[in-house]
């Protein structure tokens, strides 16, 4: 069994876990393509008969009811599927009755009448959820409770045994709670009454398995500043895409060169946008997609091209994978004309990406697809920011949204010419520090400020160092001022 599952890891990267069936609208599931498998069915080789060109992720495994049965299915899963992210769902029992039943509940800290260690869980949700979630306070048990517990908000029997797997395993563990009852005497009948609610809820939840992208769903933006030697490069390979997108969104950020023949020359095939003067990339793919009419956006900068089966295969990622709102694809780096290997530090995460992304960018926008209303609900690219516009807005996403990523080579990305805006921006450094001290301030997570306070820290001694090398006091004066927001009482030997 072990080699058929081996390969089915990079198929579900999503495990949802659910004590069972009758919480689930098991019917209205597989219409849709799930797979729904039990502990046991996973253990008699289950997955060695999966047609894996049919299979569509996430996978629902029901665990059963209780600590000894959830604990059991959280190490058949992280032994033998080892994906990226765990998200358990299903009811649980509330003690305060200032919470409202029936709806979902999100649980951060996590306790078990064995004596265990409490447990934090990842208040992120890998699936596209718009609805705002209040964190609980959730206690395990081991057979159905009525009653109350100090400093407790809800009781269930599942969530902390396969959390506490999941944390030895070093797999992302998620959970949604939803109340049916308030541990009362009347628990099991309010219990039944919540489960049709439930069902349509889990509904809900799941919608994103009816708007999976067709190629027509994609608006290409592509901005432009005085490119004419390579804008016709960029603009043939979305052209020649093997699936076409809606449309292409050229946005001629005031050239001055010949750029604007150069676009002339395709007539109606693409949509020119022509701002009257420089504004810069940022204002240029922010005007692109406040233009374009596509439920997805995809960009391409004017000095890159795409692979012909890029837009396909990203398209028949998100068909396998529906839950992803961003994803992206691997590159081909050339510099000064020759192909260059990215270092060991630039690999492109997959799944949640914050944390790896917090000391430089490993996000390229030629090689993104987005929902056009998460690029929105974000706020687009910082127009006041000349360089690490790309970095800001994907720390932004990340911080609540997992990233895909589509293994093939998508794009060939040029670096190493003149007019890259790095170039003219050595201290980079300055506007990550910007961004990461302003998501440090809105960030209501203390374990996620302290690993943003660490990184300002390592930036911030680097610029200061250089700084005072070359006596810029102002400057230096603004490092000693973030280091004093952050809660650091800087010392000379911190910057060394």
């Given amino acids: 069994m072990r080699s058929g599952v081996k390969r089915l890891k990079d198929i579900f990267k999503l495990i949802i876990t659910v004590s069972l069936k009758k919480e689930l609208p098991l019917e209205w599931l597989k219409q849709r393509g799930l797979t729904i498998l039990t502990t046991e069915a996973i253990e008699s080789g289950a997955l060695k008969g999966l047609d894996k060109g049919m299979i569509k992720d996430p996978l629902i495994v029901i665990t059963g009811v209780g600590p000894e049965q959830a604990k059991r299915a959280a190490k058949v899963i992280a032994t033998e599927l080892s994906p990226l992210f765990v998200l358990h769902i299903g009811t649980c029992g509330l003690l305060r009755r200032d919470l409202p039943l029936r709806r979902w509940l999100r649980p951060g800290w996590l306790t078990a009448s064995h004596n265990e260690e409490p447990l934090l869980v990842d208040p992120g949700i890998p699936l596209p959820l718009c609805v705002k979630l209040k964190d609980i306070r959730l206690h395990e048990v081991s057979k159905p409770f009525t009653g109350s517990l100090d400093g407790i908000d809800a009781v269930d029997m599942e969530c902390y045994s396969q959390a506490k797997v999941f944390k030895q395993s070093g797999i992302s563990f998620h959970a949604l709670k939803f109340g049916t009852d308030y541990a009362d005497e009347k628990r099991d009948s309010s ?4 489960l049709p609610l439930f069902h349509e809820a889990v509904k809900e939840l799941f919608g994103f398995l009816d708007e999976s992208p067709e190629a027509d769903d994609v608006s290409v933006i592509i901005p432009v500043y005085n490119r004419a030697a390579t804008v016709k490069r ?15 969104i050229v946005v001629d950020d005031g050239s001055t060169d010949n750029t604007p023949e150069v676009l002339k020359g395709y007539k109606d095939r693409i949509r020119v946008l022509r701002l009257g003067e420089n504004l810069g990339p940022s204002a240029a793919r922010n005007k692109g997609v406040l233009e374009s009419s ?8 004017s000095d890159d091209y795409w692979d012909e089966t890029k837009l396909e295969k990203q398209i028949g990622f998100l068909k396998q994978h529906p839950y992803f709102e961003i994803l992206q694809s691997e590159e081909i780096w050339i510099r000064k004309g020759r192909r260059v290997n990215p270092c060991r530090h630039h690999k492109k995460p997959e799944g949640w990406a914050w944390e790896p992304s917090l000391r430089r960018c490993l996000i390229s926008p030629s090689g993104v697809m987005m929902k056009r209303e998460l690029f929105l609900r974000y706020g687009g690219f910082r127009e006041d920011y000349p360089v690490c516009e790309d970095y800001d807005l994907w720390l932004k996403i990340t911080r609540h949204h997992p990233v895909g990523l589509e293994p093939s080579f998508g794009v060939v990305k040029f670096g190493g010419h003149s007019d890259q805006l790095s170039r003219r921006y050595p201290a980079m450094d300055r506007f990550r520090v910007q ?3 302003e998501q440090f301030e809105r960030e209501p997570y203390p374990e996620f400020r302290e690993k943003l306070r660490e990184v300002i820290n390592e930036k911030l001694s680097i610029l200061y160092n250089g700084y005072k090398k070359r006596e810029r006091w102002a400057d230096v004066r603004w490092c000693e001022q973030v280091w004093q927001r952050i ?3 800087y010392r000379e030997t911190e910057a060394i």
Avoid: H, M, T
Wanted: charged share 20%; proline share 3%; glycine share 10%.
């Fill in 435 to 437: 961004s990461l001290f």
């Fill in 234 to 248: 960029a603009i043939d390979s979305v052209l020649n895409q093997s699936l076409s997108p809606g449309e292409i």
């Fill in 294 to 301: 596509g439920r997805w956006i995809a960009f391409l900068d």
């Fill in 487 to 489: 809660g650091y009482e």
């Fill in 191 to 194: 219990y039944l009454k919540s």
